[in-house]
């Protein structure tokens, strides 16, 4: 088994307050009349989010390869077919 290397509080710290920050810019833009785009800039602030929860506090930074290209491919699965439902919704 490897040794895991400590990772700074100061560390912990600036992605929490990354995340605080994120979810007041949210907050902002849900407030904002500009229609759809206002789903569209909340999923994209709530990935940016999510990757720095799974890169930081889950530890996925200091995982293998392997792992990562098996996250990677979830993720992107997932991607097409968010794409594809609100591509679906919108058509109709």
Partial sequence: MEAQSRIPYSKY????FALVLFTGI??????????????????????????????YFMHLR????LFKVALTVAMLTLAVIMALTFADVSFR
């Fill in 13 to 16: 710290l600036m992605v929490w």
């Fill in 26 to 55: 949210t907050i902002t833009v849900a407030g904002l009349q500009v229609g759809g785009w206002s789903v569209f800039a909340a999923i994209a602030i709530a990935a940016i989010k999510a990757t720095l929860v799974l890169f």
């Fill in 62 to 65: 200091y995982e293998g390869a």
